[in-house]
């Protein structure tokens, strides 16, 4: 099933008729012995010379979905993706991006397997699970929960700067029926030091 907002980003890449295309509801797109739509008419989109090859790399896959963006729309989707990385993963990338563009690496694939191997590593990951004593319920009344969001505020804050301070990661912070709970690592790829 495909969300009619799904249909529309579809509709790029590929021959969708124009009464799917206009449904507001949600539509069945594929099934375990049909699919709806003509996957083929992708290589309307680029030339000859530019024929989409039938298995590419993720990274590859990737330069060729995003070749018709314009630099605006790059960065708007570098920021949106950035939300769902890791930090660690963020600056090794960055780092590549501006190896590339100082002519000093030409490809990326000249470092593929040096990053396979540093993704690879073992090492000792530290975990500290942090129960905080407080009562997390909304009682409706405006004094109250503003103190209570203020208290969270502040477990978030006073967290996040010691995490900081020794280069460890926040992994969850959860406030539900069980209370609020915060999950934090040392040792991650990027963060590790002597003596931890």
């Known amino acids: 099933m495909a969300s009619p907002e799904a249909i529309l980003a579809l509709a790029f890449i590929c021959d969708i008729p124009e009464a799917v295309r206009e449904s507001t509801q949600p539509i069945c797109i594929a099934s375990r012995d049909n699919d709806f739509f003509n996957l083929e ?10 024929a989409m090859p039938a298995a590419l790399q993720p990274y590859q896959s990737l330069r060729m979905h995003c070749k018709a963006l314009n630099h605006t729309a790059l960065a708007r989707l570098h920021t949106q993706m950035a939300l769902y990385v890791h930090p660690v993963i963020r600056g090794d990338e960055l780092a590549l991006s501006v190896a590339i563009q100082a002519g000093k690496i030409s490809q990326p694939t000249e470092t593929l397997e040096s990053r396979h191997r540093a993704e690879a590593e073992l090492r000792s990951v530290y975990t500290i699970f942090i129960k905080a004593v407080l009562s997390p319920r909304i009682t409706g009344m405006r004094d109250i929960d503003q103190d209570l969001y203020k208290n969270l ?42 003596n931890m």
Do not use: N
Request: net charge negative; hydrophobic share 35%.
């Open 153 to 194: 505020a502040d477990i978030m804050h006073v967290t996040s700067r010691e995490l900081d301070r020794y280069s460890g990661h926040l992994r969850q912070f959860i406030v539900d029926d069980k209370g609020v709970v915060l999950i934090a690592t040392f040792g991650l790829r990027g963060s590790t030091f002597p």
């Open 41 to 50: 008419s992708m290589k309307q989109h680029t030339s000859d010379d530019e």
